[in-house]
């Protein structure tokens, strides 16, 4: 091997290690955390149940409760916790950008987002609804589809295709939150609301003048802890975290949160027979 050609090698090989090293230092994000000492979360304020300020003004809801799980499992104190509220647009950068160390924020899992983050296994199940006034004439989803009915969404362009889908006819309007989306159906700027079916559930719950409209459109769809993709210990940490809570040891945990919030049971740990001897 000539000396042009070792220098060159080398050259190439201290090239390559100034590329990887920032992501070899970057790559260990749960030892980032453990250092730290606490949690970064990313959710909202702005979507009950599952985040959203209760009459004291404290951030509550399912996502929130279950995020204090995790600091639980990571510190052994639930309060080890921050939480960044992000609009929906804002939560993806702040995620890229490590605002954040993972996302708690009804974040449906879409193919289109998997290109850009990584997401755990499933911890809830979905589908999607549409909320209307109680005097509405509106009886399903197909009534929709006329351009004298405006559709209040969410500002999220996979929720904006599958309304285009849903009522190619029908006048759209889309909003940074569930709580913008129920103020214009309230107040006539709307005549209907196309949001995921919990929190449609939950509107009409606690506004009597609101209805759900008995029926889903789009089949199931899953919410995941979005994170960062690259982050291999991180990972295995929170995809185990989740795998547990819904099928494993925590699965207690996860129904008294499940009952708290939604006020019926979860969907069954998994479905096996013990085999018991004799």
């Not at 009459?55 to 409760?65: A, T």
């Not at 159906?185 to 003048?209: E, T, W």
Request: hydrophobic share 45%; aromatic share 10%.
């Amino acid at each position: 091997m000539t000396f042009k050609t070792l220098t060159h090698r080398l050259a190439l090989a201290l090239a390559l290690a100034a590329a990887i090293s920032p992501l070899v230092a970057h790559a260990d994000k749960l030892a980032d955390v453990l250092k730290r000492g606490y949690l970064i979360v990313g959710t909202t304020s702005a979507t009950p149940p599952f985040g959203f300020k209760d009459e004291k003004g404290e951030l509550v809801g399912f996502d929130v409760d279950m995020s204090r799980l995790i600091a639980k499992a990571l510190f052994g104190d639930p309060t080890k916790i921050k939480f960044e509220l992000l609009s929906n647009e804002a939560r993806w950068s702040a995620l890229q950008n490590d605002q954040v160390d993972m996302l708690a924020h009804s974040a449906t899992i879409t193919p289109s987002r998997l290109v850009r983050a990584a997401f755990t296994p499933r911890y809830f199940d979905t589908g999607l609804t549409v909320v209307v006034a109680k005097d509405s004439k509106i009886g399903k989803i197909a009534d929709l589809n006329t351009p004298s009915v405006t559709i209040a969404t969410l500002t999220v362009p996979e929720q904006l295709d599958l309304v285009k889908l849903m009522a190619p006819k029908a006048t759209v309007a889309s909003f940074g939150s569930t709580e913008q989306q129920a103020l214009a159906l309230r107040s006539g700027r709307a005549q209907a609301i196309f949001v995921d079916l919990p929190i449609g559930m939950y509107i009409a719950a606690n506004n009597p003048d609101l209805k759900v409209v008995p029926e889903t459109f789009g089949g199931f769809q899953n919410y995941g802890i979005a994170y960062k993709m690259g982050e291999l210990a991180w990972m295995q940490f929170l995809d185990g975290f989740v795998t547990d809570l819904t099928t494993g040891y925590s699965y207690v945990e996860y129904g008294a949160l499940y009952r708290k919030w939604f006020k019926v049971d979860p969907p069954p740990q998994r479905s096996y027979k013990l085999q018991l001897p004799g």
